[in-house]
C-alpha cells in the first residue's frame, strides 16, 4: 500500500532494491550449504512415483579492511546444481492411427434435426458417399479425402463440399495407405505406455533436467574524506539450463521441467556500479552513480544438427543449416492431436536464439534538508542497445494440421463436427506454415536514449501530519536501428515495407517521441489518534513494458532483418501445400534506394505504428487508502483499499485477420478469408501484427492484515486480499478476434479473488533463557534447547479459464481462438481431476460466420491450499562464530495442488487435469558466520 519514490521509475508493479553488503573493520565471513534430494520427497502426483531429484545450493562470502578506516572490500559466491526429474501425461498416436486406422475418433450418428445419438437416428441426416463408392451415415468425427469434393467459385480452392469419407476395406475412417514420410517421422515418437487404449492422455513421460548456476559480488568501498565515499561492484551470474522432450531428443515436445521448456540455454548476465557521495554540509548531499548491464543468452533445440525431416522424406525444412536443424515443429489439433517438434508454442524453446543486451545508466541525485521539509531531486539518463536474432517461428518450420482439411462442409452444416487434425497429418496436408529466416547483409541491432528527471518534498506539516508529493518526468525516445537496414516496419497505407535508414526512412522509421511522460506522487499519513495512523496515496508509473514495444525485438522482427515466413489457408477446407513436395522458399526482396519495397504476400509484418505519432507509454495510476491501528507495541492491525488501472498498455493484434461474415452465405464468400481481410487490396493474406497501445487492466482490492512483532517468542502475520484484476486479455499477448477486442474483456490470468496467508515465526519455550528448560546442562540445552518452529500457510481461490472449442468450421475466420457457446450449467456436483467442468454445457458456435459468446476466463480452476513450516538453531561454536541448523518442509501436509483443466471442450479428454503442483519438498540447511 506505499508508493513509489519519485527517483523510482520504469516499474508499473512491485519494486525490488537489493544493496551489497560493504565490508567493515573486522573480517567477517560466512559459508552455506541447502540441500534438497528425493529421498525426502513425496510422490509426484501425476508420475505416482518419487522422481529423482539432486539439489545443492551453496556459497559464502568474505569481507574486512585494506587498509583500516579508509579501504575495504566484500566478495560472495552461490552456486547451483539441479538434477530434477519431471513428468508429465500428454498423447502420442496408437498403432492403429500409426497404421492409418481412426475408428477410435468416430462419434455419435448425426440426425437429420441437426441432434446426435449414439446408435443410428431414426430420421438420419443425408448418407455420405465413401472413397469405395458405398453410402454410409454420417457420423461426428469421419474424416474425408480431401482430394475429392467441389472447388469454390470465387477461390478455385476446395470448398468441403461433396467430398467423400475415407474408406478401406470397408471401414470408414481407415487410410489406404501412410505416406512413407510420415511413418518415417513417427518413428521418432514413442508408443502409448499408459494401459487403456486411450487415444488421449495415454503416455506418460518423465525426464531429468539439469541447471547449473554461478553468481558472485565484489565490492570495494573508499573513503577519501568524511565528506566523500567512493564504491564499485562488479557481478556475474552464469545460468546454464538443459531440459528434455516428453518424446526424447530428436523428437521434442512438451518440456519436462516446470516451466516447460525443453532444449538447452546459456545465459550471463553482468553488471558494473560506480558510485561517489559527497556531504556538502548536515543538510545538503549529492550521489552520482555509473552503472552498466549485459544480459547475454544462447538457446539451442535439443538435436541441434540433426535432420530428421529431410531424413524422414520432408524436403525444404532442414536446409543443410545449423539454424534449420532439428525437429521441426508439429500441430496436431483435434481429437487424438498432439505437438511435437521445438518451437515456443511446443515447448517454450524460442530456438535457435542469440541475444546480447546492454544498458548503460548515469545518475546524479541530491537532497535538501531545511526545517520540516526534505528535497531531493534528480537526474537519471539511460541508453540501451540490443542484438538480436530470435526464431519466434522454428527456423525449420513450423507445421498445423487442423480439422478442416480433412472435414466436409456437408457435415458440419448439419450440425455434426467433421475431419480431424491426426488425419491431416497422416496425409501431409497441412492447414498452416511459418518458419523464420535471417535476411542477408543486415546488422539486427537496436538503440535508445531514456531521459527522466524528479523532484521531491517529503513535509512534515504537523505534529500529526506527513505529506509527501513529488513529480516524475520520463521520455524513451523511439528506439532506432543501430546501422540502416538493421530494422523494418510497415506502411498499412501503401503496402510496403520500411527499412530503417535507407533512403527517405529514418532510423526510428517515423515513430515520434512521445514528450508527455509526467508522473505525479503524493502520498499522506495522518495521526488520528495516539496508536491510529490514516495513509493514503497516489503515483503514477510508466513501464517500458516488454515484446520490444518500447525497446527491442519487435523492429529486427521484421523484413528485411528477419524473414518471418507465414502460409495460410485462404479457408479451412483447403491444404497450404503437400508436406511431401515441401513448403514455398521465402522471398529475400531486394531493397529500393528510397527504403521501400512491397511487402510479398508470404512474409509476416510484427512491429508498426499506426499513425506513427500514436507510440505511448505504458502507465499505471496506483492509489490506496489505509488505516493502521496499533493495540500493544508489537500488535498491529491495517486495512486498505488498493487500486491501480493500468492504460496504454501495448499489444499486437493481427490487423490483417479474415472479418467475421454472417452473411457470407448469401454471396458465397465464406470460403474466401482473403477477400475480408484488411491488407487484401495489396495482395496481403498473411498475419500483419500492428504495435498499439490498445491494452487495458484494472485492480480493485481489500487488503487486511495483523501483525505480531517478535513478543513473547512468538512474531506473525496474519494478510487477506480480497480483489479483482481484470484485463483486455494478457498483456503482451493476442486477443482471441482480433477484431473484436470486447470480447476478451475478462479476469486476468493470474488473478486469485480471494488470498490468505498466514507466516509465524516462535521461539519454542524450551532452553537457556526461555520459559521452560533456563536452568538446563549442556547437553539437554544443545538436543532440546533454543529451536525455532516457522511456517507459511497459503490459501488462494482458483485461477480462471477460458473454455475454447478446436473444430468450429461454420466460423470461417482464421481467429486466434474460438469461443463456444454456452447451452446448460458448467458446474458438476464434485469437481476433480477427471471431471472439474461439464464440457456439455458448450457447443460450437451456432450459425455461420459468427464466434461464440462465451467470455475470457469465464471459469475457475482448483484452488490452491499449502503449508510450509521449519525447524531451525543457532548453535555457538565461539565467540563470534555461530553455526545455523534449518529443516524446511514445503507443501509440509503433501496437499494435491492441481493445476488448471484442458479447457478445451470438443477433444477426448477436454476436462481431464494432468498436472499438480509439487508435492511435499524437504530442504536442509547449514549456514556457518564467522
Known amino acids: 500500500t506505499s508508493n513509489y519514490d519519485a527517483s523510482f521509475g520504469s516499474v508499473a508493479g512491485a519494486l525490488l532494491q537489493a544493496t551489497t553488503k560493504s ?4 573480517f567477517r565471513g560466512s559459508l552455506f550449504e541447502y540441500l534438497r534430494n528425493d529421498a525426502f520427497n513425496a510422490a509426484n502426483w501425476a508420475a505416482q512415483q518419487d522422481l529423482p531429484l539432486r539439489w545443492n545450493q551453496f556459497g559464502g562470502s568474505f569481507g574486512g579492511p ?7 572490500f566484500f566478495a560472495d559466491y552461490q552456486g547451483l546444481r539441479r538434477r530434477r526429474s519431471e513428468s508429465t501425461i500428454t498423447t502420442v498416436p496408437t498403432q492403429a492411427e500409426r ?11 448425426i440426425c437429420a434435426d441437426g441432434t446426435t445419438s449414439p446408435t443410428p437416428c431414426a430420421n438420419p441426416a443425408p448418407a455420405v458417399t465413401t472413397t469405395e463408392g458405398t453410402s454410409v451415415p454420417a457420423r461426428n468425427g469421419m474424416v474425408f479425402d480431401p482430394t475429392t469434393g467441389n472447388q469454390d467459385p ?9 467430398r467423400e469419407a475415407i474408406s478401406s476395406g470397408g471401414q470408414v475412417n481407415v487410410l489406404p495407405t501412410v505416406p512413407a514420410a510420415v511413418t518415417n517421422i513417427l518413428k521418432f515418437l514413442p508408443m502409448p505406455n499408459i494401459a487403456g487404449g486411450a487415444i488421449a492422455g495415454n503416455y506418460l513421460a518423465t525426464g531429468g533436467e539439469r541447471f547449473d548456476s554461478d553468481q558472485g559480488d565484489g565490492r570495494v568501498d573508499y573513503n577519501f574524506s568524511d565528506a566523500l565515499h567512493f564504491f564499485g561492484r562488479y557481478t556475474i551470474a552464469d545460468f546454464n539450463k538443459f531440459a528434455p522432450g516428453a518424446y526424447g531428443t530428436i523428437a521434442g515436445g512438451p518440456g519436462l521441467d516446470q516451466i516447460f521448456f525443453a532444449g538447452t540455454s546459456l545465459a550471463r548476465n553482468q553488471s558494473l556500479a560506480l558510485g561517489a557521495t559527497y556531504t556538502f554540509s548536515p543538510t545538503l548531499i549529492t550521489d552520482f552513480r555509473f552503472g552498466f548491464y549485459r544480459y547475454r543468452v544462447r538457446v539451442q533445440p535439443n538435436g541441434v544438427g540433426t535432420t530428421p525431416a529431410s531424413d524422414a522424406g520432408f524436403p525444404g525444412l532442414n536446409l543443410g543449416t545449423v539454424e534449420t536443424s532439428g525437429m521441426p515443429a508439429f500441430y496436431i489439433s483435434g481429437s487424438g492431436g498432439f505437438n511435437f517438434g521445438y518451437a515456443l508454442g511446443v515447448n517454450q524453446c524460442n530456438c535457435p536464439l542469440k541475444e546480447t543486451e546492454n544498458h548503460l545508466q548515469w545518475v546524479n541525485n541530491w537532497t535538501k534538508t531545511r526545517a520540516d521539509h526534505t528535497f531531493s531531486w534528480g537526474v537519471d539518463i539511460r541508453r540501451a542497445q540490443q542484438q538480436r536474432v530470435p526464431s519466434d517461428s522454428h527456423r525449420s518450420g513450423e507445421i498445423s494440421f487442423n480439422n478442416g482439411v480433412t472435414g466436409s462442409a456437408d457435415i458440419d ?7 480431424a487434425g491426426l488425419a491431416s497429418f497422416l496425409l501431409a496436408q497441412p492447414s498452416g506454415f511459418a518458419r523464420y529466416f535471417t535476411g542477408l547483409g543486415f546488422y539486427p541491432g537496436l538503440r535508445q536514449t531514456r531521459l527522466f528527471l524528479y523532484g521531491q518534498d517529503s513535509w512534515r506539516a504537523t505534529r500529526k501530519l506527513t505529506v509527501n508529493l513529488g513529480l516524475r518526468y520520463e521520455n524513451y525516445l523511439p528506439q532506432t536501428a543501430a546501422k540502416p537496414g538493421g530494422a523494418g516496419s510497415f506502411d498499412p497505407n501503401t503496402g510496403e515495407v520500411l527499412v530503417a535508414g535507407v533512403g527517405s526512412v529514418p532510423l526510428s522509421m517515423g515513430v515520434k517521441a512521445y514528450n508527455l511522460g509526467f508522473a505525479p506522487r503524493l502520498g499522506v499519513a495522518y495521526q488520528l489518534q495516539e496508536h491510529t495512523v490514516v495513509r493514503a496515496g497516489y503515483g503514477r508509473s510508466f513501464s517500458p513494458a516488454g515484446l520490444g514495444a518500447v525497446f527491442g525485438q519487435a523492429p529486427d522482427y521484421d523484413p528485411p532483418v528477419t524473414i518471418p515466413q507465414q502460409v495460410n489457408q485462404n479457408n479451412n477446407y483447403a491444404a497450404v501445400f503437400s508436406l511431401l513436395s515441401g513448403p514455398p522458399s521465402p522471398p529475400n526482396p531486394t531493397i529500393g534506394s528510397n527504403g521501400r519495397y512491397p511487402l510479398p504476400p508470404t512474409l509476416n509484418v510484427f512491429y508498426f505504428f499506426d499513425p506513427p505519432s500514436s507510440y505511448r507509454i505504458p502507465l499505471a495510476d496506483s492509489w490506496n487508502l489505509a488505516v493502521q491501528h496499533g493495540f500493544t507495541s508489537s500488535l498491529t492491525a491495517e486495512i486498505a483499499y488498493v487500486g491501480n488501472v493500468g492504460r496504454h498498455l501495448f499489444m499486437n493484434p493481427n490487423v490483417n485477420q479474415a472479418a467475421l461474415d454472417p452473411n457470407c452465405v448469401t454471396d458465397g464468400t465464406c470460403n474466401d478469408f482473403n477477400a475480408r481481410r484488411r491488407f487484401n487490396g495489396f495482395g496481403l493474406d498473411q498475419a500483419i501484427y500492428q504495435t498499439c497501445n490498445c491494452d487495458n487492466s484494472d485492480y480493485h482490492g481489500l487488503q487486511a492484515k495483523v501483525q505480531q512483532r517478535l513478543a513473547h517468542g512468538l512474531d506473525f502475520l496474519v494478510s ?22 470486447k470480447q476478451d474483456r475478462g479476469p486476468a490470468n493470474f488473478d486469485r479473488a480471494q488470498a490468505l496467508t498466514i507466516s509465524h515465526v516462535w521461539e519454542l519455550p524450551y532452553g537457556r533463557g526461555r520459559h521452560w528448560g533456563s536452568g538446563s546442562g549442556k547437553v539437554m540445552d544443545l538436543v532440546l534447547g533454543g529451536w525455532n518452529f516457522t511456517g507459511i500457510t497459503t490459501v488462494e481461490s482458483g485461477l480462471p479459464f477460458t473454455v475454447t472449442v478446436s473444430n468450429a468450421p461454420n466460423v470461417f475466420a482464421d481467429l486466434n481462438s474460438v469461443r463456444p457457446d454456452r447451452i446448460g450449467n458448467p458446474s458438476v456436483a464434485n469437481p476433480n481431476a477427471t471431471l472439474w467442468f461439464n464440457p456439455a454445457a458448450f457447443v460450437a458456435p451456432q450459425g455461420i460466420g459468427r464466434n461464440g459468446l462465451e467470455s475470457h476466463n469465464s471459469l475457475r480452476g482448483p484452488g490452491f491450499y499449502e503449508f510450509d513450516l521449519g525447524l531451525g538453531k543457532t548453535f555457538t561454536i565461539t565467540e563470534g562464530k555461530t553455526l545455523e541448523f534449518k529443516w524446511e518442509n514445503f507443501n509440509a501436509t503433501n496437499h494435491v495442488n492441481l493445476a488448471n483443466p484442458n479447457g478445451t471442450v470438443d477433444v477426448v479428454v477436454p476436462r481431464q487435469i494432468t498436472s499438480a503442483a509439487d508435492m511435499r519438498q524437504m530442504r536442509f540447511g547449514l549456514h556457518l558466520r564467522f
Open 154 to 162: 470465387v477461390t478455385g480452392q476446395p470448398n468441403g463440399i461433396g
Open 720 to 741: 487477506y486480499t480480497w480483489g479483482k484484476a481484470m484485463a483486455d486479455t494478457e498483456t503482451g499477448g493476442a486477443f482471441s478476434n482480433n477484431l473484436n477486442w
Open 23 to 26: 565490508g567493515t573493520n573486522s
Open 99 to 109: 497404421n492409418g486406422d481412426l475408428r477410435a475418433l468416430l462419434g455419435d450418428y
Open 413 to 419: 452444416g448439419e450440425g455434426g463436427s467433421s475431419g
Open 66 to 72: 585494506i587498509l583500516k578506516n579508509k579501504l575495504f
